[in-house]
């Protein structure tokens, strides 16, 4: 992933990525395929893929995401934000080397392979 504004981590400015062959405008909550028509992502989907594209090939704590996004860290956010990675598996399907992993217990991985 190359990261169009700076390249730290906590830079919570940052607001455009490549992800493998998508990128993501997370300004204007756009994710685009090779340059296509871009899909329109909700806020929370939004807001969790910039979390995973900060932290690529990196662990995301799932009470990151949760405690940024949802505000609370409890069940039902939980299962909640388990669909919005559902959701975004989907948006990222068409590139075989882009996946969200699961690290049971502890959050989510954005894996690029083949850079």
Avoid: C
Avoid at 3 to 8: E, G, L, V
């Amino acid at each position: 992933m190359q990261r169009k504004a700076t390249d730290t981590v906590a830079d919570s400015k940052q607001f455009e990525f490549k992800i493998g062959r998508f990128d993501l405008n997370s300004k204007l909550r756009f994710l685009k395929l090779d340059g296509g028509e871009p899909s329109k992502l909700s806020p929370k989907e939004n807001e969790l893929l910039r979390l995973l594209a900060l932290h690529e090939n990196d662990l995301m704590p799932r009470e990151l995401a949760l405690t940024k996004i949802w505000r609370d860290d409890n069940y039902f956010t939980s299962r909640s934000m388990d669909v919005y990675i559902a959701k975004l598996r989907k948006y990222l399907k068409p590139d075989p080397n882009v996946e969200i992993l699961n690290i049971h217990g502890e959050g989510f991985r954005l894996v690029i392979n083949n850079k």
